[in-house]
């Protein structure tokens, strides 16, 4: 399956330390060679890159390691592919507008059977059950609420839509409209907490 990797800031932070370190497993460390992608905000705005080419050897990636990424929410994922052809359409995070405001999502897992039914407004571009997961909670969310709901309101929504498609397989994903950052873990998913004073990382390279 995907790999994750998804950072939520009170000030805005600088994520090429791990995402560099997170590009190498796909393909060069980990087998997770079926295209990669990461959308990070900058203020209401959104910078979203995406490629078919494994994540260890594409040229975006290699923009990407340097590039000064500063942002209070970032999503990137790796693909190892279990629905949809490996295709830069299918590459996660996802992208959608909602209530005026960038919605990024990206799943690890395998949901099976799951074939909601979507109006026109969030229809999936790509074949992957990902990007179906992602059009039906957008809009169930948007048939829950008559204005812009707030995190809170949005998080108790969340909750109860979530099992839905939870039931039909391994559902971890992230989710980010700039403001907030959702995770749902289904099997495995960490997370690290920093607080100041930071002390040193290193990345270490799996072998």
Request: glycine share 8%; with cysteine; aromatic share 12%.
């Amino acid at each position: 399956m995907c790999q994750l990797l998804g950072m939520n800031c009170n000030t805005p932070t600088d994520v090429t330390f791990s995402f560099a370190g997170f590009a190498q497993r796909g393909g060069n460390t980990d087998h997770h060679a079926d295209g990669w992608g990461i959308a990070f905000f900058e203020g209401r705005g959104l910078r979203h890159f995406v490629d078919h080419q494994p994540a260890c050897s594409s040229p975006v990636a290699e923009l990407i390691r340097r590039y000064p990424i500063k942002s209070q929410n970032v999503v990137a994922h790796i693909r190892k592919a279990t629905q949809g052809e490996i295709a830069l359409q299918n590459c996660h995070p996802f992208v959608r507008e909602l209530w005026g405001r960038y919605w990024v999502f990206a799943h690890n897992g395998d949901l099976k059977d799951f074939h909601p039914r979507l109006h026109a407004s969030f229809r999936p571009v790509g074949n992957t059950d990902s990007e179906r997961a992602f059009c039906w909670l957008l809009q169930e969310m948007w048939k829950s609420h008559a204005g812009v709901p707030s995190v809170e309101e949005l998080t108790l929504t969340l909750r109860e839509l979530v099992p839905q498609i939870a039931k039909h397989g391994t559902f971890n994903f992230l989710m980010s409209n700039g403001e907030a950052l959702w995770a749902h873990c289904s099997t495995n998913l960490w997370y690290v907490e920093r607080k100041h004073p930071f002390t040193h990382a290193h990345r270490r390279t799996k072998t």
